[in-house]
């Protein structure tokens, strides 16, 4: 979707005529011919969508560090039944799972004991894909895979294209927001838009988590600082700040009526008014006492430590999806990078995640969300079906891993594609992180062909040159 | 050809297929599909960009088609099938995929049913057609940017206008009808000088002394002095330093994955700035940057000024997580040429790492000669080793009587002895705690108790500390005095090519390093045994007929007067960018850099901006704008936001909290190595890593994590190469002006300043002071308004600052005319 040139003489003295009234950018503002005045865009207009789309909004739960799909989403018999026996020839052993894989719901998806709220409330809700694969066993590379499509470049991120595609429906507040991404692994790039326009970034909520190690020796799992730059001021009225936006706007117009034709002081007098709006609202999303004590339950966000953090996040999550975000990613405060000590580390990440995740579901279900809101849970790859170190851990596995969407225009109760008898590898309908992507634009009603930008001569895609949508998991 | 397959591709008919249902097509997609992408489309098809021997894979169409040879499948008939003959290699002169083993006897099986069975096949639609994009060397030589400049003489053009350069201007514009705009007002025009050559406004005295100069001698003499005088200030090479330092992808971490600070780079900054200023000729500077350690230096402080400016090769982004040292070592070389590349002559090589361009004419051949130089040259990054970095590296270190400042404590010889003790015994006590674990293991007890990998990496961590410490003094505990940059290695050595790109598939030939064939030079100079190939390199690229340098530069210099290149797209110059809007123009600026401005940039910009072109108003007109509603035959002067930097030198400069001298190093430079992701927690860091009241050009820049005011305002992304930056509005920036403390202290210092001027009138006085100017009566109104306003909020003792504040936050206070 490259901006559309205005092609005819009178359309663009319509539009100028408009604008030269005063009041022409507001009535402007959702047309995509105001585009072809100049780069000096807003994020914050609705675009059509290339085709009708199945999902208005996603909610990105990222399992940062690799979960052992072994233990969560793949169940494997022949593993059950071989552990210990020698992987193919070599030193490494295979190692079975303790996890209980029972049948849930109608669907009777297999899901382990680690999940279970998930699976009592939700196994028919959800699609599963076991034939995931990814290029590099690598944390930081599979992670800007994960989210940019790309670990050798700098490339805009998912979030950034689907607003991109799509613009923002509540101009009050950012298109795209993660909640305490991870301050390595790329940082901000997982997030960021690149050579896209700057609009379409995510915007960071709340500190950014710390590298496990660092974390580890400081005791500090967060940066500090307020939830978001620049959002408050105690230090000036509101009387006051209002009687400021009234006068920047009014000098601003006056500028626009000598210069007639100024996108960027257009888009200087809407961005205020947007500005001084977010500073009501954003802080009202994120403050969690206007929900009421039973939500607050459903979620436990009173609970200690990494348990009440991501019920909080969740929680976030959902109102930010209620009041219009397009893109809301939530990075789990917990590592699933189980080298060793696997099943005490998947009972904590099991603990951690499954109420918040199940609330979430719930939540979104009651509020009549989920059908149009796709919520994806995954990580950056897998894990393998031997153990390493002292045996009880399991390494990163790119080959084959699991994930799972629900809401949004998927299959629920559905399992897709399969990895080989141990879980090693996807063998069965194998879907790359390409085809992910592809699968998530066109839930969202973007055909990832289309979805263009021209950056130094080159139409980019999210999904480069590669990508296939994965149809069978459409509802 | 075999006499069956030639009578076969001469006598056949083919036969209707009947159609196929859509099951049949699952086998097409898990069997044929993949091997066809996998194996054939490289060559063989639309997204490839290549159709060797004329045949295209990727439709049925295509494959019925064929190519030169005829139809590759006929269906129902495998062994008519030229596909499958090629694939099996029946044939010497016709083994597909060529150079490999052949592909697996299931996969033949598999293409034999399936063609067997009538080759369904879902890709309908027409056969798709190749780009006539220039990808072989001879097309290529045809192709604009690789035909060297040619002499144009300016156009005749009544009445004649101030200079060549208009000339050409005009012409473009009569032909469509058009017409230039009238001159701008010189208030206008002054601040338009002073951003675009210092970016910085003009103060009071300098608006003065205009003023009194134009009165005195007239605008265009006015003028001229007046940009031979800001050409001369220094503020000139902060702002003109800053555009390279976009295009060198200059920053001060590594970015990627463990992201550690580079507390050197600061010099090699401080390098492009002082070049800028002393307008060293271009060319000259290419040379510096590429291969500034092989060239003659007399004195000490030149040697280290040529050393420091090859700290262009290390700057860039690199993976410092990478624990295959060959792999690191490609990706260093290639992310040197695709800087270099895009960066001096807009055109994208690094593409040909894996595969030959896609759209020009450079083959992986071109990649490998260019790679061989960069493979045998060796880069000081200098970063402390940790448990997430691998790679650490000596920095290069600079002549002590240089007389170079350096932030390193100096200690005292016992402390580096003591230091040397300390890290021996971690050694020893580390070893010996292994030895217990070890022993633990064989007796069956828990390991982790004596050796956890929690103390694994202390351990790392501790002796990396010491290693960084011991790095910055020499025996005698004098600090030492380094930095980042290049030298050739002892090992200098020719590559060959790999295929696809891997390090596991070298070809069996190298390639003798030299630069991509497309562009044949007279005299080209030849790289010989013991050199890296380096200064050849730099000398290949500013020789006097190289078709792009020139031209890419004074390019570079003309988008950042007129807002847009003449080739809008300033870092691809190549098929897939854009063809230049004033192509003999182009070429006459080029050549001019060259033979009558010696490479002088300051020449290059002097002209420039004293031509009617760029004097223009930037008025809009209807008439024009219908015809030619983006500019590009600049019927005015094109306007534009202020950059990051500029915004924020502004509101230091009109509260006079500028700090125009240049700060030591950089806060980067000043806090040392460490992961930029702990920065929020350094006590000396401040959290939006500004604090500082110099001019921007000296804030750090970390790769994924910049002060808050480069971040908002559309600052380069630091790991590419940037000749254009884009400009966004998002609420964002609103929030920085309503609510950051930053504005709000250059709000408090102009209501001081306006305080202590002893004003009646605070309205028209903050106006001047902010804006340069008096308000008209319609905005004196709107002022007073906001003063009767506020006059019964709480906080009315404030509203002088908010005033500013607000003065600040307009339009017209980022944008210029």
Request: neutral net charge.
């Amino acid at each position: 979707m490259t901006p559309n040139h205005l092609s005819k003489p009178q359309s663009r003295r319509a539009v100028l005529k408009s604008l030269s009234s005063g009041f022409g950018y507001l009535a402007f503002a959702g047309l995509s011919t105001f585009e072809a005045f100049g780069k000096a865009r807003s994020s914050s207009s609705v675009r059509a969508p290339h085709f009708p789309a199945r999902a208005k909004r996603v909610i990105f739960l990222c399992m940062k560090g690799g979960p052992s799909h072994v233990d969560t989403f793949d169940y494997k018999p022949e593993l059950q039944k071989r552990n210990g026996e020698a992987w193919r020839g070599s030193a490494a052993k295979l190692l079975a799972s303790s996890q209980e894989f029972r049948q849930h719901g109608e669907s009777g998806l297999r899901i382990s004991s680690l999940f279970p709220r998930l699976a009592a409330d939700h196994a028919d809700d959800l699609c599963l894909i076991n034939s995931m694969h990814t290029d590099l066993p690598n944390h930081p590379q599979a992670y800007a895979q994960l989210h940019t499509g790309s670990f050798q470049f700098v490339r805009p991120s998912l979030g950034a294209w689907s607003l991109y595609g799509l613009g923002s429906v509540n101009s009050n507040l950012p298109g795209f927001v993660t909640l305490n991404p991870p301050s390595d692994m790329g940082g901000a790039n997982n997030y960021g838009s690149a050579f896209l326009p700057a609009a379409y970034q995510g915007a960071k909520i709340g500190g950014g988590q710390l590298p496990a190690i660092f974390s580890a020796l400081s005791g500090k799992t967060e940066e500090p600082g307020p939830p978001m730059k620049n959002i408050s001021n105690d230090r000036i009225s509101q009387q006051m700040q209002r009687a400021q936006i009234d006068l920047i706007t009014s000098l601003d117009r006056k500028q626009l009526a000598r210069d007639i034709y100024h996108p960027e002081i257009e888009g200087a007098i809407e961005s205020f008014e947007l500005a001084y709006r977010m500073q009501d609202e954003i802080p009202d999303v994120l403050d969690l006492n206007r929900e009421p004590d039973s939500i607050r339950k459903l979620y436990g966000t009173d609970r200690q430590g990494d348990s009440g953090r991501f019920a909080r996040q969740c929680l976030l999550a959902r109102r930010f999806a209620e009041a219009g975000v397009r893109f809301i990613e939530v990075t789990a405060p917990t590592s699933w990078d189980h080298h060793s000590l696997l099943n005490d580390n998947l009972q904590n990440c099991g603990a951690v995640t499954d109420q918040p995740v199940a609330a979430l579901l719930t939540d979104l279900k009651n509020r009549g969300l989920l059908q149009d809101t796709l919520v994806i849970w995954t990580g950056e790859f897998g894990r393998t079906p031997y153990a390493q170190g002292l045996g009880d851990g399991r390494d990163h596995n790119n080959k084959g891993f699991s994930l799972w969407m629900a809401g949004g225009g998927v299959r629920g109760g559905y399992r897709h594609g399969s990895t080989d008898d141990f879980g090693y590898k996807a063998i069965e309908n194998p879907v790359h992180i390409h085809d992910l992507h592809a699968t998530i634009l066109h839930l969202l009603g973007l055909d990832h062909e289309r979805l263009t930008y021209n950056y130094a001569g080159r139409d980019f895609r999210l999904t480069d040159i590669y990508g296939n949508v994965v149809k069978d998991i459409i509802a | 050809m075999n006499v069956r397959s030639l009578i076969f591709f001469v006598f056949f008919i083919p036969l209707p297929v009947v159609p196929s249902p859509a099951a049949d097509f699952d086998f097409f997609e898990k069997k044929i599909r993949p091997v066809l992408i996998e194996s054939c489309y490289e060559c063989h098809s639309v997204d490839g960009g290549k159709a060797k021997g004329g045949l295209l894979l990727d439709t049925a169409e295509g494959m019925k088609k064929g190519g030169d040879n005829g139809p590759a499948v006929v269906p129902g008939k495998p062994d008519n099938s030229l596909l499958l003959a090629a694939m099996a290699h029946e044939q010497p002169d016709l083994e597909m995929p060529p150079k490999q083993e052949r592909l697996s006897a299931t996969i033949l099986s598999d293409f034999r049913k399936w063609i067997a069975d009538g080759a369904p096949d879902p890709r309908t639609g027409p056969s798709g057609k190749l780009s006539d994009a220039p990808t072989d060397i001879d097309s290529g030589r045809k192709f604009w940017a690789f035909v060297p400049p040619v002499p144009a003489a300016p156009p005749d053009i009544v009445p004649a206008p101030a200079t060549d350069v208009d000339r050409f201007i005009r012409k473009e514009l009569a032909e469509a009808g058009l017409s230039s705009s009238p001159p701008a007002t010189p208030a206008t025009l002054l601040r338009r000088i002073h951003f675009d050559l210092t970016g910085l406004p003009p103060d009071r005295r300098d608006r003065k002394r205009f003023q009194l100069a134009v009165n005195r001698a007239g605008l265009d003499a006015a003028l001229e002095i007046r940009v031979d005088e800001l050409l001369s200030r220094p503020s000139y090479g902060e702002k003109w330093g800053r555009h390279w330092l976009d295009v060198a992808r200059f920053a001060e971490s590594s970015g990627k994955e463990s992201n550690f600070t580079y507390p050197e780079a600061w010099r090699y900054r401080d390098y492009v700035i002082d070049a800028f200023n002393a307008d060293i000729p271009f060319d000259r500077f290419v040379i510096e940057q590429l291969a500034g350690d092989l060239l003659p230096a007399k004195q000490d402080s030149e040697r280290a000024r040529l050393l420091i400016a090859t700290g262009y090769l290390a700057v860039g982004p690199v993976s410092l997580n990478e624990m295959n040292r060959e792999q690191f070592l490609a990706d260093v070389a290639d992310e040197q040429i695709n800087a270099s590349t895009q960066g001096f002559m807009a055109i994208t090589v690094a593409c040909a790492r894996c595969h030959d361009h896609k759209f020009d004419p450079i083959s992986m051949r071109d990649y490998y000669a260019l790679a061989g130089i960069f493979r045998s040259t060796k880069t000081h990054i200098g970063t402390a080793v940790g448990p997430d970095n691998q790679i650490g590296g000596e920095l290069i270190h600079l002549p002590r009587a240089a007389g170079l400042p350096t932030f390193y404590q100096a200690t005292t010889p016992d402390a580096v002895l003591k230091l040397k003790q300390q890290k021996s015994d971690l050694i020893a006590e580390k070893e010996a705690a292994i030895a217990r674990a070890e022993k633990a293991r064989q007796e069956g007890r828990d390991p982790t108790g004596e050796y956890s990998l929690q103390m694994a990496i202390g351990h790392i961590w501790k002796v990396g500390a010491i290693d960084g410490k011991l790095a910055l003094v020499n025996e005698k505990g004098e600090p030492n005095v380094m930095c980042m940059g290049a030298l050739d290695r002892s090992d200098v050595r020719d590559l060959p090519v790999y295929e696809r790109g891997e390090l596991g598939q070298p070809g069996e030939e190298k390639v003798p390093r030299g630069f991509p064939e497309v562009i044949d030079l007279a005299g080209s100079p030849v790289i010989s045994g013991g050199q890296s190939g380096r200064l050849q390199y730099a000398q290949w690229l500013t020789h006097p007929d190289h078709p792009l340098t020139a031209r890419v530069i004074v390019n570079r210099v003309w988008k950042h007067l007129f807002r847009t290149g003449l080739v809008r797209t300033t870092d691809n110059f190549g098929y897939n960018g854009e063809r230049p809007s004033h192509p003999k123009l182009l070429d006459y600026l080029a050549l001019r850099l060259v033979n009558e401005h010696g490479w002088s940039l300051k020449k290059l910009i002097r002209e420039l901006v004293l031509t009617d072109t760029y004097r223009q108003s930037s008025d809009y007109r209807e008439s024009a704008f219908l015809e030619d509603p983006e500019n590009r035959l600049l019927w005015r002067m094109a306007k534009r936001r202020l950059d990051a930097e500029e915004i924020r030198d502004a509101m230091l400069a009109v509260s006079r909290d500028l700090n125009s001298t240049r700060p030591l190093a950089s806060l980067i430079g000043r806090t040392g190595n460490r992961n930029a992701a702990l920065s929020h927690f350094a006590k000396d860091i401040p959290p939006d890593l500004d604090g500082s009241t110099h001019r921007s050009v000296y804030l750090p820049v970390l790769r994924d994590k910049l002060p808050d005011v480069l971040e908002l305002f559309d600052f380069a992304e630091s790991s590419l190469v940037t000749g254009h930056r884009e400009t966004t509005n998002v609420p964002m920036q609103a929030l920085y002006f309503m609510n950051s403390g930053f504005v709000e202290a250059r709000a408090e210092s102009l209501a001081m300043l306006i305080r202590k001027g002893d004003n009646d009138d605070l309205v028209s006085a903050a106006f001047r002071v902010c804006l340069g100017r008096l308000p008209s009566s319609e905005e004196r109104k709107v002022g007073e308004e906001f003063f009767r306003q506020v006059e019964s909020t709480p906080d009315k003792p404030d509203s002088l600052k908010r005033y500013c504040q607000a003065l600040l936050s307009t339009a017209q206070f980022r944008n210029l005319d």
